[in-house]
């Protein structure tokens, strides 16, 4: 049971190049949620998917898209980097009706030069 | 819409000293309220959560907290520190399956214990 899955580790894009962050969990969870983390910011949102086939804006949507795979899988898109988007991104997940415990991943570091 | 705000950026203590770590929300609804650990390099691992019930709730690895309604505080304390308590601590709050069970962090604190 590997928990929250995040690929790459880490990334280093150059301006207007785009890529994709994968995450991927194990645990059967319906809901799972995208944050980006920067210093003095805490962790924001940026979009999550209350189930399969659903997806919904967070706090800062701007420049990123995403797609519901599959329960399993829910990926983050960018695609034209910018130097803004140089952050840490943390991938979530949550059990249905379990008393709203997210579990996280273990983070991509991206840099966008 | 909900918010957290985390009263210390930065709390250095001196290892086997006690440590409170504020926390303060404000929310239109019932909430649930969370602390989070990040050690360097990793992610966010649970420490501690308020669901219901009793207002002071006990965690992993010592530490516990005290939901307030009335001071609308969720404070992080710690009778003696390790060394290992190195990391920076995050409160979070949802206000459930209403709002899509997101969550909102505060900012961090960065707490360093020393020698």
Known sequence: ?113 | AQSVTQLDSQVPVFEEAPVELRCNYSSSVSVYLFWYVQYPNQGLQLLLKYLSGSTLVKGINGFEAEFNKSQTSFHLRKPSVHISDTAEYFCAVTGGETSGSRLTFGEGTQLTVNP
């Not at chain 1, 949507?61 to 519901?68: Q, T």
Request: glycine fraction near 10%; charged fraction near 20%; charge should be positive.
């Open chain 1, 1 to 113: 049971n590997a928990g929250v899955t995040q690929t790459p580790k880490f990334q280093v894009l150059k301006t207007g190049q785009s890529m994709t962050l994968q995450c991927a969990q194990d645990m059967n969870h319906n809901s799972m949620y995208w944050y980006r983390q920067d210093p003095g910011m805490g962790l924001r949102l940026i979009y999550y998917s209350a189930s399969e086939g659903t997806t919904d804006k967070g706090e800062v949507p701007n420049g990123y898209n995403v797609s519901r795979l599959n329960k399993r899988e829910f990926s983050l898109r960018l695609e034209s980097a910018a130097p803004s988007q140089t952050s840490v991104y943390f991938c979530a997940s949550r059990k249905p009706g379990g008393h709203e415990t997210q579990y996280f991943g273990p983070g991509t570091r991206l840099l966008v030069l």
